[in-house]
Every structure is written in structure tokens, then in C-alpha cells.
């Protein structure tokens, strides 16, 4: 992979993140969280975002609507998992920056825990 200009692991992936602008970031989290949605649903996404940042369930909906996401539409599916519609994950993005002290530290984990979602991408 790191013949390609991707990082070869890891570690290698977050020292990268770590030199990018927060634009692109924000770019970059919302796109992998667009991709995985895709490929691996909208409960994996939600999950991996939450474990990434350590937001809790309830936390993660202030998330979404601080972001600019509509409350309303945050749901459950039938097995309880929390839901928000795949065209809305991105409100994510700016809701962590803005409810917390460093969104920019959260979107990297969030990134660096799905690097292996990237041979996909």
C-alpha cells in the first residue's frame, strides 16, 4: 500500500492525518464515513464513530443535531442499533467540532480506526 502513497499502517496512517489541514479532515471522515455506509451499513458507521470519539449513544445524537443534523430523523432499527439516515452521517463531522474540545483528535481516531476499511475505498 505505501507504493501508492497510503500508509502502510497504522501508525504511518496518523502521522500522516496528524500533517493534514482540518479541511481535509473533515473531507476525508466524511467521505469514509459515505463509503462504509455503503458497503457495510449505516450501524457499522455509527458504531465505529462511536467508539472511535467515546461518545455515548445519546451523546452521539447531540453530535449529529449540533452538526446541523434533524433530530427527528434519528432512529432505531428493529434490533435497537441506533440509526441516522446514510445521507445525514456527515452532520457528524462538524457536530464533533463543534461540542467537542478537540474534534480534530476525535475525527483522526475516527479515521485511523477504520484504516482498514481503506483497501476498499
Known amino acids: 500500500m505505501a507504493g501508492t ?3 502502510s499502517d497504522p501508525a ?3 502521522a500522516r492525518l496528524e500533517e493534514q489541514s482540518d ?3 473533515d473531507v476525508w471522515a466524511a467521505e469514509m464515513m459515505r ?3 455503503k458497503r457495510r ?3 457499522r458507521v455509527v458504531e465505529d464513530f462511536r467508539k472511535a470519539t467515546g461518545l ?3 451523546e452521539i445524537e447531540r453530535t449529529f443535531a449540533s452538526g446541523g443534523g434533524p433530530p427527528a430523523v434519528v432512529g432505531r432499527d428493529a434490533a435497537g442499533h441506533l440509526m441516522i439516515p446514510a445521507v445525514a452521517l456527515h452532520a457528524l463531522v462538524p457536530g464533533i467540532r463543534a461540542r467537542s474540545e478537540d474534534g480534530r483528535t476525535a475525527l483522526i481516531a475516527y479515521l485511523v ?3 482498514g476499511e481503506l483497501v476498499y475505498v
Do not use: K, P, T
Open 5 to 7: 502513497g497510503l500508509s
Open 12 to 14: 504511518e496512517y496518523r
Open 23 to 25: 479541511e481535509q479532515l
Open 35 to 37: 463509503d462504509v455506509a
Open 41 to 43: 451499513g449505516v450501524v
Open 56 to 58: 455515548s449513544e445519546a
Open 113 to 115: 480506526a477504520n484504516f
